[in-house]
C-alpha cells in the first residue's frame, strides 16, 4: 500500500473517531440537561431521551462500523488465545464465511426495513425512522467489507494476531 492511501486512511480514521467522541460528548450533554432539567426545574423535557437513545444506538453502531479495530474485536479468548496461528485462520475463514452469508441474506430485507420506515417519525424530534434506522445499513455494509478482507487474508496464509492478555488495552 502506498504511504499516500496510508496518511488518508489514517486521517479517515481519525475523522471517525472523532465522529464517534461528538456523539458521546452530545448524548452526555443531553443526559445532563436533562438532569437539570428534572431535578432541578422541575420542568421534565422528552427530547433529551430520546436525543440520547438515538446517540447511543449511532454511537455504537458506528464504531462497531469503522472505529473499531480488529484487534479491539470481542473474541472468545480463552480458546482463539490457546490455539496456533492455522487454527486461527481457519477460525477467521469460518467466522467470516458465516457472517458475510448471513449479512448478505438478510441485507435486502433490512434495506425494504430501513426504507419502509420513512413513513414514521420519532416522537419529539421528528426525526424519519429510515434516517434514524441508516446507521446498520453502514453497519451491515462494513461488516461485509471487513470480513470478506479478513477471510481473504485468512486463505492467503495471514493468520490474525495472537491475543496477549498483557497487552489489553481500551484502544489508546
Known amino acids: 500500500m502506498t504511504a499516500g492511501l496510508r496518511a488518508a486512511g489514517s ?43 438515538i446517540l447511543w444506538i449511532w454511537l455504537v453502531l458506528w464504531g462497531a462500523a469503522v472505529v473499531v479495530t480488529e484487534k479491539e474485536e470481542i473474541r472468545f479468548d480463552i480458546i482463539y488465545g490457546s490455539v496456533g496461528p492455522r487454527a486461527r485462520r481457519v477460525m477467521c475463514v469460518i467466522t467470516a464465511v458465516a457472517l458475510v452469508t448471513l449479512y448478505a441474506i438478510s441485507f435486502p430485507s433490512v434495506l425494504d426495513y430501513v426504507t419502509f ?54 484502544g489508546v
Open 11 to 53: 486521517w479517515l480514521a481519525r475523522r471517525a473517531e472523532n465522529v464517534a467522541a461528538a456523539m458521546l460528548a452530545a448524548m452526555f450533554l443531553a443526559f445532563l440537561l436533562q438532569i437539570v432539567f428534572r431535578y432541578v426545574l422541575g420542568l421534565p423535557i422528552g427530547w433529551t431521551h430520546e436525543a440520547s437513545a
Open 117 to 170: 420506515m420513512k413513513v414514521e417519525r420519532t416522537s419529539y424530534l421528528k426525526i424519519r425512522f429510515d434516517w434514524l434506522f441508516s446507521i446498520y445499513i453502514i453497519f451491515v455494509v462494513a461488516s461485509i467489507v471487513r470480513y470478506i478482507w479478513l477471510g481473504w487474508q485468512a486463505l492467503r496464509g495471514v493468520a490474525p494476531e495472537e491475543f496477549d492478555p498483557t497487552k489489553a488495552s481500551s
